[in-house]
């Protein structure tokens, strides 16, 4: 079982940058592809991005696409996102999740396809 801890939240002002990590224990973390998602008060976790086990293909959700970027070192079991441009829109509590099974597509169709989430790390955009 995989167990994942975030961190690099913060409060930043529009326009500025913020690098999230995720660390994974366990020794499988390489076969898993890995997804962020986020969550801001009163509204449903959503799909923020997701990377394969190859490291090379990645999926975006629409609203963050060109300004986030998903990295993953599987030698330091460690997935990254870096996040430029941010926008007030973007304040949400960010949690990182393995995708769970195998059916395509392979970034999964939301939540039900992702599990051991993490505890989420706190991202604030605001002047």
């Known amino acids: 079982q995989v167990q994942l801890v975030e961190s690099g939240g913060g409060l930043v002002q529009p326009g500025g940058s913020l690098r999230l990590s995720c660390a994974a224990s366990?020794?499988?973390?390489?076969?898993?592809?890995m997804g962020w998602f986020r969550q801001a008060p009163g509204k449903e976790r959503e799909f923020v991005a997701a990377?394969?086990?190859?490291?090379?293909?990645?999926y975006y959700a629409d609203s963050v696409k060109g300004r986030f970027t998903i990295s993953r070192d599987n030698a330091k079991n460690t997935v990254y996102l870096q996040m430029n441009s941010l926008k007030p829109e973007d304040t949400a509590v960010y949690y990182c999740?393995?995708?769970?099974?195998?059916?395509?597509?392979?970034?999964?169709?939301?939540?039900?396809?992702?599990?051991?989430w993490g505890q989420g790390t706190q991202v604030t955009v605001s002047s």
């Open positions: 999740a393995v995708r769970w099974g195998a059916q395509a597509p392979w970034y999964g169709r939301g939540t039900a396809d992702f599990g051991s």
């Open positions: 366990g020794r499988s973390f390489s076969s898993y592809h």
């Open positions: 990377i394969h086990t190859n490291a090379f293909n990645t």
